[in-house]
């Protein structure tokens, strides 16, 4: 597999991520950090890192994939 050949349910895992770091964000509470650490812990251990050669490159790659606002390649 390769360093950007992502699984459907890692690219929504890291939108989640997004998602939770801004609502943490707009309402810093316990219960807000405490969803977007829950998040960022599956993100960083899901299977996929095994696979991936570049991890550091691969979730850049993942991050920029996903970013909010981030222009969506059209589908072929």
């Known amino acids: ?7 459907d349910d890692l690219l929504e895992l890291q939108r989640r991520w997004y998602e939770a770091e801004a609502a943490w964000a707009a309402d810093p509470s316990e219960e807000k950090r405490v969803g977007f650490a829950e998040v960022g812990a599956e993100l960083y251990f899901h299977p996929f890192w095994a696979t991936a050669g570049n991890r550091h490159k691969a979730e850049m790659a993942l991050k920029a994939a996903v970013r909010p606002g981030a222009a969506q ?4």
């Not at 597999?1 to 699984?7: G, I, V």
Request: glycine fraction near 0%; avoid cysteine; hydrophobic fraction near 35%.
């Open 73 to 76: 390649e059209p589908a072929v």
């Open 1 to 7: 597999m390769s360093d950007t050949d992502f699984p």
